[in-house]
């Protein structure tokens, strides 16, 4: 157990839908990152937020945001959702590092988005 | 576009063997080099490095880097069932807006007893 958890576990909907996944971190970590891992595109890192503030970008469609909030939770939003938005959603925490990806982060056991 | 390619895509092996996994990447502004085991669930980091010719080591398993000829191996010796799993590796590069992590898309490692 990683310490990192993520809700819900397991996610159905439709095309056009929105959902929301939430990410609460290990105790004492201020970052958090955003992965989403798909059969044809493997994983991919979407987002990074440290302390409240969005850090680090990468390839995030328009159509999903994410943010950190005071507690330090985070959650990633998906709208408009198409078929291919399929996948496995993974959030990681981290304490502090000077570089954005530290040596260590702590995988949540993800969510799995299946979009019908 | 960074790009990161391993290979084998998938590799099976007995018990005992010592196996190699590459990985050679093309990045702009390097800033280190990851690998991460992943078994049923999430990854799980194995080694974060950074500096070229000095070998990491974690019982059975090191890697080393070469930012010369732009690769990574990680090395397994005497292979167990439990290092089946996919193992990736991934390359950070630094931006101006934020370091962006690109992944491999893993070897698949299957040790039979």
């Known amino acids: 157990d990683s310490g990192v958890t993520q809700t819900p576990k397991h996610l159905i909907t439709a095309t056009g839908q929105r959902v929301t996944l939430r990410c609460s971190p290990r105790?004492?970590?201020?970052?958090v990152y955003w992965y989403q891992q798909s059969l044809d595109q493997g994983l991919q890192f979407l987002i990074q937020?440290?302390?409240?503030?969005?850090?680090a970008k990468g390839n995030i469609l328009e159509r999903f945001s994410a943010q950190q909030f005071p507690d330090l939770h985070s959650e990633l939003n998906l709208s408009s959702l198409e078929l291919g938005d399929s996948a496995l959603y993974f959030c990681a925490s981290a304490a502090t590092s000077g570089s954005s990806f530290p040596d260590t982060q702590y995988f949540g056991p993800g969510t799995r988005l299946t979009v019908l | 576009e960074d790009k990161v390619v391993q290979s084998p895509l998938s590799l099976v092996v007995h018990e005992g063997d010592t196996v190699t996994l590459n990985c050679s990447y093309e990045v702009t502004n390097f800033r280190s080099l990851l690998w991460y085991k992943q078994e049923k669930k999430a990854p799980t980091f194995l080694f974060m490095l950074t500096s070229s010719g000095i070998e990491k080591k974690s019982g059975r398993l090191s890697s080393i880097l070469d930012k010369k000829e732009l690769f990574s191996i990680l090395n397994i010796t005497a292979t167990q069932t439990g290092d089946s799993a996919v193992y990736l590796c991934a390359v950070e590069a630094i931006s101006g807006s934020g370091d962006k992590l690109t992944f491999g898309t893993g070897t698949r490692l299957a040790v039979r007893p």
């Open positions: 105790s004492g970590d201020l970052s």
């Open positions: 937020y440290y302390n409240g503030e969005e850090r």
